[in-house]
C-alpha cells in the first residue's frame, strides 16, 4: 500500500461532486438504453450456443488432429464467452431491464461449477459492495493468499505462487469453494450449519452435472473419439479458467490499485463509495476484441462504478470516466494485458515473503477529511 | 419400456448433454413456433385500418389451441429493448385456412404497445403469446336475434364474432367520434350490402354520445336480443342498468377493456401480500426499509442498488426509482429493486 493517500487533495465537497457527476453519467446510459442494446445481447447469447454447438460437433471427430484444434480452440471460446461477457453480466442483473425472463439475473444458469445463486451472493453482494476492503472483500486474494502490504504475514504464504497458480487452472471449482466459503466452513462446528449443507449440495449437485457433461456424455457421443473429446474438453475449460482468472487478476491486483481498511468506510457517503471503486479498480487496455473477451472486464473500473449498466455500453462510459479521473488528479490504473498479468504476478510473489520495509499505517481518510 | 417412458429418458439424456441449458435453449435458435416450445408467435403483416389502428397477422406456434369468436389474448412485445405485456381481441375467424390469427389494434396517447405495433412493428418479429382466453363469446345455441353494441375499438371482438358466425337476424349499433374513426368500416358496409347486418353508426362528434335511452329508437326489440356489448365504461354502465331495469339482464353480455390507469402519487400504501401486511409509506424510504420495520423478511444484499440481492415481484401499482426518479408500474414479471424503490402511490409487493 503507497504511504501517501492518493486521494488527499480532494475535500469533500470535491468528492460529493464526483459522486454527481458519476451519477450523471449513470443516468444517461438508463435513459438511453434500448433495442440496439437488447438486440446486442440476444445476438451474443445466440453466437456464443452455435459457437458451443459447431465446436461440440466438430469434437465428435476429434481423433482427427485438426478437428481437435478447430473443436477445442472453439469450445474455449464458447465457455470464455458464456462464462464473461454473458453469465458475468447477466447475473449482474445489467440485462433486468428487458423484462425477459429468459435472459434475467434470477433465472441464468452458466456453464461453471458454482450455481449462478451463491455466486451472485458473493460476488455481486460482498465483493462489489466491500470492493477492496481488507476483512470484508474476501475477493482480495480470495483467502489463500496476501496481495497486499497490510495483509499480516504467515508461512503459508511463501507458497502463494503456487496456489494461485493451481487456482488458475481449476478458477471455477476454487470459485465454488470461495462461494461457500470452505474455508471457514470446514470447521466442525460449521460443517453441521444446515444453511451450508444445503449450499454445499447444490454445489455438488452442479458439479456433477457439469463433470458429467464435459467429461461422460460428450465423450461417449464421441464414440471412437472418446479419448480426444475428453481431452479437448478439459483443455477447453483449462484455457477458460486461466483467462479468466487472468483477467479477474487484472482487476484488482495490480500495482498502484489501492485497498482500504475496515473503519474507513464506516459512515461511507455515495462520493467515497464511488472513490473507493475509481481507486480499487484497474482496466485492460486493447482491442474491441479484447474488451469483449474480457466479457468488457477490460472496463474493471467502469463496471465497478456501474455494475448493473449492460456492459456493451462501458466503453463509451470509460471515456467520460477517464476525464473525470484526470480532472481530479487521480490515477487511472491500464494497460494491456500481458503487462497487467505481469503486475499482478509480481505481486504475487513479492508479498509471499514478509514485508522487507516496516509496515506503513493507512492513511485514515475519515481523519483525513475532518482536518482538510 | 413404453415408447413414452423411452421419450422421457431420451429427454433426459438430452438435458444432461445441454447443461446447464435446457435443450430447447438450443432448439428456439432454429425453431421458435415448434411443438412443444413456449407459445410464441411471428408477425407476419401489419395493414392499417383507420389513421390510428391496424391489424396484425400473427402466426401462432405449434402449440396454439385456437380461439373463440370473441376471445382476446395477452401477448408479449419488446419495445425498446423492453417486453411489454398487452391483451387485444382476436379479430379473425376461428376457421381461418391458413391458420394465422389477427388482433385489431388502436393506438392510445402514450400507448407504448399500441403505437408500437401500429407504426413501427416489423413483419419477421417473433411476440410471445399467451392462450386466447375470455368469456366474451357467442353461445352454443344460436340465438334467433342479435345485438352488437360498441364503441371505438370495443368493436374488435364483436368483429372477431362477426366474421366468424352468421346469424339470421345481427343489429349492429356503433360508436366513433367520426366516419373515418369505424374500424373495418368497409367491411362493415359490404355486410350491410349483403343484407347480413343492419347497421347503424353514432358518429359521437356530430350526433354527441350516445344516449342509451335512444336504443328504443334505434334498435325497438333491442330487448328481444341476445345483446354483445363493448366499449368504454361510461356506455358498458350505462348498457347493464338498462337492461336490468328492463328486466332483462341475463341478455346482455360485456366485455370491458381494463386500462389500468395508475396515478403515481409520492408514498402510499404498501401491501406485503405474502405475508399479508399493509403499512403506510412516504415516497423517500426505501421499500426495504418498509418492510423491514413492518417484520416482513425481505430479502437484501449491498443496499444501495448494485447487488441484485433484494428484487422482488411488483404485483400491483407503481414505485419510483430513488436514484433516477424513474416510475415503474406493476405489470406480470416485473421485479423491482425495493432497497432502492420508494411507494408512488399505493402498491402490492410479493414478500
Ligand atoms: S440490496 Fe443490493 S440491489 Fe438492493
Redesign the interface.
Known amino acids: 500500500m503507497t504511504a501517501i493517500d492518493p486521494t488527499a487533495h480532494l475535500t469533500a465537497e470535491q468528492i460529493e461532486e464526483l459522486g454527481h457527476e458519476l451519477d450523471a453519467i449513470r443516468d444517461e446510459v438508463i435513459a438511453s438504453r434500448g433495442e440496439k442494446d437488447a438486440a446486442y445481447i440476444r445476438k451474443v447469447i445466440s453466437a456464443q450456443r452455435k459457437l458451443e454447438l459447431v465446436s461440440r460437433g466438430v469434437l465428435l471427430f476429434s481423433i482427427f488432429p485438426p478437428a481437435w484444434l478447430i473443436g477445442t480452440a472453439g469450445l474455449s471460446v464458447a465457455k470464455i464467452m458464456d462464462n464473461m461477457e454473458i453469465g458475468h453480466n447477466v447475473l449482474h442483473g445489467q440485462w433486468d431491464w428487458m423484462r425477459d425472463p429468459k435472459v434475467h439475473s434470477t433465472t441464468w444458469e452458466w456453464d461453471h461449477v458454482s450455481p449462478s445463486e451463491q455466486w451472485k451472493h458473493s460476488h455481486n453482494e460482498l465483493h462489489h459492495t466491500y470492493t477492496n476492503v481488507i476483512g470484508k472483500d474476501n475477493d482480495l486474494g480470495y483467502g489463500i493468499m496476501r496481495v497486499d502490504e497490510d495483509q499480516k504475514w504467515h508461512p503459508f504464504h511463501l507458497g502463494q505462487p503456487l496456489w494461485n497458480f493451481i487456482n488458475a487452472c481449476f478458477f471455477e471449482y476454487g470459485i465454488a469453494a470461495y462461494d461457500l466459503e470452505l474455508g471457514k466452513n470446514l470447521h466442525k462446528r460449521r460443517r453441521k450449519n444446515p444453511e451450508f449443507r444445503a449450499r454445499a449440495k447444490a454445489v455438488g449437485r452442479k458439479i456433477r452435472k457439469q463433470v458429467i457433461k464435459d467429461y461422460v456424455i460428450h465423450p461417449l457421443l464421441s464414440g471412437p473419439s472418446f479419448l480426444t473429446t475428453l481431452a479437448a474438453t478439459f483443455t477447453a475449460n483449462l484455457v477458460r479458467n486461466i483467462w479468466s482468472h487472468s483477467v479477474i487478476m487484472c482487476g484488482h491486483f495490480p500495482e498502484g490499485v489501492q485497498v482500504f481498511e475496515r473503519r474507513s468506510i464506516k459512515g461511507e457517503t455515495r462520493g467515497q463509495w464511488y472513490l473507493r471503486q475509481m481507486m480499487g479498480s484497474a482496466n485492460i487496455s486493447g482491442s474491441r476484441a479484447m474488451h469483449f473477451m474480457t466479457g468488457n472486464l477490460s472496463h474493471q473500473i467502469e463496471h465497478h462504478l456501474f455494475p448493473d449498466l449492460p456492459s456493451n455500453r462501458y466503453a463509451e462510459v470509460a471515456v467520460k470516466v477517464r476525464a473525470l479521473f484526470e480532472k481530479y488528479e487521480l490515477e487511472y490504473v491500464t494497460g494491456p494485458l500481458p503487462k497487467q498479468v505481469f503486475s499482478a504476478w509480481r505481486k504475487v510473489f513479492r508479498l509471499s515473503l514478509p514485508n522487507r520495509t516496516p509496515k506503513v499505517k493507512t492513511p485514515d481518510r475519515e481523519q483525513e477529511l475532518v482536518a482538510a | 419400456m413404453t415408447s413414452a417412458a423411452l421419450r422421457s429418458g431420451a429427454w433426459k439424456?438430452l438435458e444432461?448433454?445441454?447443461?446447464?441449458?435446457l435443450p430447447s435453449?438450443?432448439l428456439d435458435?432454429v425453431s421458435p413456433l415448434r411443438a412443444g416450445a413456449e407459445l410464441r408467435g411471428r408477425i407476419e403483416a401489419v395493414h392499417p385500418e383507420t389513421g390510428d389502428a391496424a391489424t396484425v397477422v400473427i402466426k401462432p406456434g405449434r402449440g396454439w389451441r385456437g380461439h373463440t369468436a370473441g376471445q382476446y389474448v395477452r401477448i408479449g412485445v419488446?419495445v425498446?429493448?423492453?417486453?411489454?405485456w398487452r391483451a387485444y381481441s382476436i379479430t379473425s375467424p376461428t376457421d381461418r385456412k391458413d391458420g394465422r390469427v389477427t388482433i385489431t389494434v388502436k393506438a392510445i396517447p402514450d400507448g407504448k404497445v399500441s403505437n408500437h405495433l401500429v407504426r413501427s412493428a416489423e413483419p419477421g418479429t417473433l411476440i410471445q403469446l399467451d392462450q386466447p382466453t375470455g368469456d366474451f363469446v357467442l353461445p352454443q345455441a344460436k340465438p334467433a336475434k342479435v345485438l352488437y353494441l360498441t364503441a371505438g375499438s370495443g368493436i374488435t371482438p364483436v368483429m372477431g364474432m362477426l366474421r366468424d358466425t352468421e346469424f339470421d337476424d345481427v343489429v349492429m349499433v356503433h360508436c366513433a367520434p367520426q366516419p373515418q374513426d369505424v374500424i373495418f368500416r368497409n367491411e362493415l358496409h359490404d355486410l350491410v350490402a349483403d343484407k347480413k347486418l343492419r347497421l347503424t353508426e353514432v358518429h359521437t362528434d356530430t350526433d354527441g354520445i350516445l344516449d342509451i335511452a335512444r336504443l328504443d329508437e334505434l334498435v325497438p326489440d333491442w330487448a328481444e336480443r341476445e345483446a354483445w356489448a363493448c366499449g368504454p365504461a361510461g356506455l358498458l354502465d350505462a348498457a347493464e342498468e338498462h337492461w336490468a331495469e328492463h328486466g332483462v339482464q341475463e341478455r346482455l353480455h360485456t366485455e370491458r377493456f381494463r386500462p389500468s390507469i395508475v396515478v403515481a402519487g409520492s408514498g402510499g400504501e404498501v401491501t406485503f401480500s405474502a405475508t399479508g401486511k399493509t403499512v403506510d409509506a412516504d415516497g423517500a424510504t426505501p421499500l426495504l426499509d418498509i418492510g423491514e420495520e413492518a417484520g416482513v423478511l425481505m430479502p437484501s444484499?449491498?443496499r444501495?442498488?448494485?447487488?441484485?440481492?433484494c428484487?422482488t415481484p411488483l404485483r400491483a401499482g407503481a414505485v419510483r426509482d430513488l436514484?433516477?426518479g424513474?416510475i415503474t408500474q406493476a405489470e406480470p414479471?416485473?421485479?423491482i429493486q425495493t432497497c432502492v424503490s420508494a411507494a408512488a402511490g399505493p402498491c402490492d409487493i410479493e414478500r
Do not use: A, K, N, S
Not at chain 2, 444432461?16 to 441449458?21: D, E, H, I, N, R
Not at chain 2, 425498446?80 to 411489454?84: A, H, W
Not at chain 2, 444501495?304 to 440481492?309: A, D, S, T
Open positions: 439424456l444432461m448433454v445441454t447443461t446447464p441449458l435453449d438450443y435458435l419488446d425498446d429493448g423492453v417486453r411489454l444484499g449491498c444501495m442498488g448494485i447487488c441484485y440481492g428484487i436514484r433516477t424513474e414479471g416485473v421485479l
